[in-house]
């Protein structure tokens, strides 16, 4: 999964186009095409480079993504037991780790591509789904939807579902048994020593923390 996520995000998003004026749909479609060239030029990223990674990660991807929300859900109602510094902390966390999760992986890119189904939304929407099939030579192609929600700042993921599988919900029960367990300034540890440990050169897990 941790593959198939790295590649997703980092084909999806850019900072070039003005989000707030692009449905989400058409963003989807118009920045996927626009990095994925990016993916099968650069040699340096396909080889796991990890500063044009994390570089290409923090100029492409995180303005796109609403991490105060997706830190929310996968804590879910334990968010309302934190102090504002506690949440800052989580989100902060969450953010870095979920970075770590697909820049570190996101040199497995191997020519997949992206078949967009037409979005089923109305008029004046501001949360939608955009579905997308993800084919891969010699594999079964594989759906994601991206949950967005319409920000004064324009389109805004807050959960990836791939293959029937939300990265919000996958996470939420690690989440809540680390508060169950240590609390949440306990959860804020474990999150910031995996971060320490990826930075330290070891790869990041999506699914377990």
């Known amino acids: 999964m941790k593959r198939l996520f790295a ?4 084909g ?10 692009v449905a989400p749909d058409a963003l989807v479609k118009q920045v996927s095409q626009e990095v994925l ?3 099968k030029k650069d040699k340096d990223i396909q080889n796991g480079n990890r500063k044009k ?13 609403d991490f105060t929300r997706m830190t929310q859900l996968a804590v879910g109602k334990n968010w309302r037991t934190a102090t ?12 870095s780790l979920l970075v770590r999760t697909y820049a570190v992986s996101l040199s497995n890119y191997k020519n997949q591509t992206v078949d967009y189904k037409p979005l089923n939304a109305q008029s ?19 759906p994601v939807d991206y949950s967005m929600w319409k920000t004064p700042q324009g389109w805004k993921v807050y959960d990836i579902d791939i293959a ?12 809540n048994n680390e508060i169950r367990q240590s609390g949440i300034d306990g959860l804020i540890k474990k999150l910031a020593e995996k ?15």
């Open 7 to 10: 590649f997703l995000v980092a």
């Open 12 to 21: 999806f998003f850019s900072h070039s186009l003005m989000a707030a004026d």
């Open 37 to 39: 060239t990016v993916l």
């Open 53 to 65: 990674i994390f570089d290409l990660v923090e100029t492409k991807v995180l303005p796109h993504f």
């Open 84 to 95: 504002p510094d506690q949440q800052k902390q989580l989100t902060d966390q969450f953010r």
């Open 124 to 142: 004046g929407d501001t949360d939608v789904t955009v579905k997308t099939l993800i084919i891969q030579p010699g594999g079964e192609p594989i």
């Open 164 to 175: 029937n599988a939300s990265l919000v919900t996958t996470y939420r029960g690690q989440f």
């Open 195 to 209: 971060n320490a440990a990826d930075d330290s050169g070891k790869q990041a897990h999506t699914k377990k923390l």
